[in-house]
C-alpha cells in the first residue's frame, strides 16, 4: 500500500495547538502523507495560532459566522466535511477534543466508512450539561471513532467502562503538553523572551512583571449570562480589594463573553482586557502569573505543569487529574466562592505554596510518537 493519506482536523483555537505538533510530526514523518484541515470554525483566533507554528493549511472551509447557533455550524460543518472527503478521499482522519468540528467530523467519515483516531478521547464529567455542549460531543465521538488516544489512564478507564475494546485504547499523554514543552524550551533563550515581553509591552504596562497579577480567561456556554455575571462581580471586587494586584484578562470573542465583559469591567484600572493572545505570549503570561482563574479546558493542563495555582470557574470538570494533585480547585462561577479563593491564595502563603508544585499529570511531551506509532500499527495490520 501507498503511504496512508491522514486528515487532520482543527477548527478553534485549542484544537489547533493540540493539534500543531501532531501536523509538524506528520510533516516530516515518511510513513505518512499529511492533509491538513481547518475547518475555520474559529477565525482570528485559529489564525493566530496557524501562524505561530507555521501550520501548513490544505483545506480552510471557513464556516465561521459572528454570533453562530450551534446547529447551523454543524450542518455547514458536515456538508462542508463531506465534500472534502469525496474529493480528496483520505484513509484515516484525526480528530481532537470536543467541539462541534470534531463531532461533525466523526460522523462525516463514519458515513464515508473512513477509519477516524480520537485525540484526547475518554474525558467525562458524566453531565451532558456540563461543560455544553462539549460533554456530550465527547461522548458522541467515541462510538464513531476507530482509534482513542486518552491522555490519562483516568480518561482509559472511562472509554473501557464503556465497552470500548481495550485493543484500541492507547494512553498517550496530552498533545497538549508537547506543544507547552517545546514553547518552554524556545522562551529559555533570553532573546526569544525579550522579543515577546516586547510584544507583551504593547498591550500592559511597562513594568507587567513587577506587580503581582491573576491571569484569568472564560468562554464556557454554561456560564452564558447569569454566570458571567457573577465571574465578573467577583473580578470587580477583587480588583478593589486588592489595589496592588493587576487582573490581567485577555477576552475570548465569542460576543456572549465580550458584551458583558466590556460592559462590567471595563473601566477598572487594575483589571486589564486584553485581546486574545496569541499562544506565545500567552504562555509567557501563565509562566509570569501569581496565579490563574480560568474554565478553560487546556489552560487547566497547561498550568500545572508551569508550578501556577489555578481556580477554575466551574461547577464540574473532566480533568480531576489536577484536582487530585492538589493544584487546580474548582470555585464555581460564584462570586463568594472566587473571591474567596482568589483572596486566600493571594494573601497565606502556606496556602499558596501547597498549591504551587509543578506537578503535571497530562504528559511527559512524547503524546504525538505514541499517536503516529498506533496509526503505524494500524495500517501495518
Ligand atoms: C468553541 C468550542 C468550545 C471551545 C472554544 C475554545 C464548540 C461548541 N465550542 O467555543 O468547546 O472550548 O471554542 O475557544 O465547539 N469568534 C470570533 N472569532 C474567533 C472565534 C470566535 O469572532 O476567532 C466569535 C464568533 O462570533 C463566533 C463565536 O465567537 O460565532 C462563537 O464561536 P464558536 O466556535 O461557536 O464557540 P466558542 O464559544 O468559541
Ligand atoms: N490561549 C491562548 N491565548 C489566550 C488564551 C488562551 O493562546 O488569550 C491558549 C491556552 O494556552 C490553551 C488554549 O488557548 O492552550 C485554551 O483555549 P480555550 O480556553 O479557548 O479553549 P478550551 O481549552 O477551554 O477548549
Known amino acids: 500500500m501507498s503511504r496512508p493519506k491522514i486528515a487532520v482536523f482543527f477548527g478553534t483555537r485549542p484544537e489547533a495547538i493540540?493539534?500543531?505538533?501532531?501536523?509538524?510530526?506528520l510533516q516530516s514523518d515518511d510513513r505518512f502523507e499529511l492533509m491538513s484541515v481547518s475547518t475555520g470554525q474559529h477565525r482570528e483566533?485559529?489564525?493566530?495560532?496557524?501562524?505561530?507554528?507555521?501550520?501548513?493549511?490544505?483545506?480552510?472551509?471557513?464556516?465561521?459566522?459572528?454570533?453562530?447557533?450551534?446547529?447551523?455550524?454543524?450542518?455547514?460543518?458536515?456538508?462542508?466535511?463531506?465534500?472534502?472527503?469525496?474529493?480528496?478521499?483520505p484513509d484515516f482522519a484525526l480528530v481532537q477534543g470536543d467541539t462541534?468540528?470534531?463531532?461533525?467530523?466523526?460522523?462525516?467519515?463514519?458515513?464515508?466508512?473512513?477509519?477516524?483516531?480520537?485525540?484526547?478521547?475518554?474525558?467525562?464529567?458524566?453531565?451532558?450539561?456540563?461543560?455544553?455542549?462539549?460533554?456530550?460531543?465527547?461522548?458522541?465521538?467515541?462510538?464513531?471513532?476507530?482509534?482513542?488516544?486518552?491522555?490519562?489512564?483516568?480518561?482509559?478507564?472511562?472509554?473501557?467502562?464503556?465497552?470500548?475494546?481495550?485493543e484500541r485504547v492507547f494512553v498517550t499523554g496530552n498533545t497538549v503538553i508537547d506543544a507547552l514543552h517545546l514553547e518552554?524550551?524556545?522562551?529559555?533563550?533570553?532573546?526569544?523572551?525579550?522579543e515577546i515581553d516586547a510584544q507583551l509591552t504593547e498591550v500592559l504596562p511597562a513594568d507587567w512583571r513587577e506587580k503581582r497579577f491573576v491571569l484569568i480567561t472564560g468562554h464556557r456556554r454554561e456560564n452564558f449570562g447569569g454566570g458571567f455575571e457573577s465571574i465578573c462581580a467577583a473580578i470587580a471586587e477583587l480588583a478593589?480589594?486588592?489595589?496592588?494586584?493587576?487582573?490581567?484578562?485577555?477576552?475570548?470573542?465569542?460576543?456572549?463573553?465580550?458584551?458583558?465583559?466590556?460592559?462590567?469591567?471595563?473601566?477598572?484600572?487594575?483589571?486589564?482586557?486584553?485581546?486574545?493572545q496569541s499562544y506565545r505570549p500567552f504562555v509567557a503570561l501563565m509562566r509570569a502569573c501569581t496565579l490563574v482563574l480560568t474554565d478553560s479546558g487546556g489552560v487547566q493542563e497547561e498550568a500545572p505543569g508551569l508550578g501556577k495555582p489555578v481556580l477554575v470557574m466551574r461547577d464540574t470538570t473532566e480533568r480531576p487529574?489536577?484536582?487530585?494533585?492538589?493544584?487546580?480547585?474548582?470555585?464555581?462561577?460564584?462570586?463568594?466562592?472566587?473571591?474567596?479563593?482568589?483572596?486566600?491564595?493571594?494573601?497565606?502563603?502556606?496556602?499558596?505554596?501547597?498549591?504551587?508544585?509543578?506537578?503535571?499529570?497530562?504528559?511527559?511531551?512524547?503524546?504525538?510518537d505514541r499517536i503516529l506509532q498506533a496509526i503505524a500499527d494500524h495500517f501495518a495490520k
Do not use: W
Open 184 to 194: 518552554v524550551e524556545r522562551q529559555n533563550d533570553p532573546k526569544i523572551a525579550a
Open 18 to 25: 493540540k493539534m500543531a505538533p501532531l501536523v509538524t510530526a
Open 240 to 276: 478593589a480589594k486588592f489595589p496592588d494586584v493587576r487582573f490581567v484578562y485577555p477576552v475570548h470573542l465569542n460576543p456572549n463573553v465580550q458584551g458583558p465583559v466590556e460592559q462590567s469591567l471595563g473601566n477598572l484600572d487594575n483589571v486589564l482586557l486584553l485581546p486574545p
Open 45 to 89: 483566533m485559529l489564525d493566530q495560532v496557524v501562524d505561530i507554528f507555521d501550520l501548513p493549511v490544505h483545506h480552510d472551509l471557513d464556516v465561521m459566522t459572528p454570533g453562530q447557533t450551534l446547529a447551523s455550524l454543524s450542518s455547514k460543518l458536515i456538508g462542508k466535511i463531506d465534500q472534502l472527503l469525496e474529493s480528496e478521499q
Open 321 to 368: 487529574e489536577g484536582v487530585d494533585a492538589g493544584t487546580v480547585r474548582l470555585v464555581g462561577p460564584v462570586r463568594e466562592n472566587i473571591v474567596d479563593g482568589v483572596s486566600e491564595l493571594l494573601t497565606d502563603s502556606a496556602a499558596y505554596d501547597a498549591m504551587a508544585t509543578s506537578d503535571n499529570p497530562y504528559g511527559d511531551g512524547h503524546a504525538c
Open 100 to 166: 462541534t468540528t470534531v463531532l461533525m467530523a466523526s460522523l462525516a467519515c463514519f458515513y464515508r466508512r473512513i477509519p477516524t483516531g480520537h485525540v484526547e478521547a475518554g474525558l467525562r464529567t458524566g453531565d451532558m450539561t456540563s461543560p455544553f455542549p462539549e460533554e456530550a460531543n465527547r461522548v458522541l465521538a467515541t462510538p464513531l471513532s476507530t482509534l482513542h488516544f486518552a491522555p490519562t489512564s483516568v480518561s482509559e478507564k472511562h472509554l473501557l467502562d464503556e465497552r470500548v475494546p481495550r
